[in-house]
């Protein structure tokens, strides 16, 4: 079978199986996504195919499972950092995480703001930050978080390891 035969086939079992979560047949849909992704490997362009499996997880509440393939997903260097880090937060968020949610964020913040001209001022950062901020009990430490947010957004290459100590020292651990 030719390629884009191959990758007619994906793109129909793709749609296959959101019509399957559709119908709430959730693990039928999860076994077609997971050979996809981890046996056959994706053929469609786009930002959005490897994400339809995360957001299946996440909607059903499989966060474990969601946190590995996001893992896969950094492994395999699909280029979309950002969005592994909007969904890590929301996961920690929900499994009652607050400070790998404020890391995530701030990490996906980072991500996201690098390859773009335009950077948020300080007001619109923080209060993208605040509820993660908050919910940390970390109130009355914005201007840290800022800081560190601005130091990273400008050193070239983004280094997640180095921001990570450095979080890590900026929360008090």
């Known amino acids: ?65 969601c946190w590995k393939y996001l893992n896969f997903l950094s492994s395999k260097n699909i280029g979309q950092p950002q969005k592994i880090r909007d969904y890590q937060a929301k996961i920690s968020k929900k499994e009652q995480r607050p400070l790998d949610a404020l890391y995530s964020k701030m990490s996906s913040l980072l991500h996201k703001y690098r390859v773009v001209e335009f950077k948020p001022d300080s007001e619109k950062l923080k209060n993208d930050l605040i509820p993660f901020i908050k919910k940390a009990g970390m109130i009355g430490r914005e201007k840290d978080f800022i800081e560190l947010y601005n130091t990273y957004i400008i050193s070239s290459p983004f280094n997640e390891t180095s921001f990570r100590e450095d979080f890590k020292k900026t929360i008090g651990r």
């Open 1 to 65: 079978m030719d390629f884009l035969k191959k990758q007619d086939a994906q793109f129909e079992l793709f749609n296959k199986a959101k019509a399957l979560a559709s119908d709430g047949e959730v693990d039928k849909s999860i076994n077609i996504l997971e050979k996809i992704m981890y046996k056959d490997g994706l053929l469609l362009n786009g930002v959005k195919w490897p994400f339809v499996l995360a957001d299946l997880y996440y909607k059903n509440g499989m966060y474990d499972k």
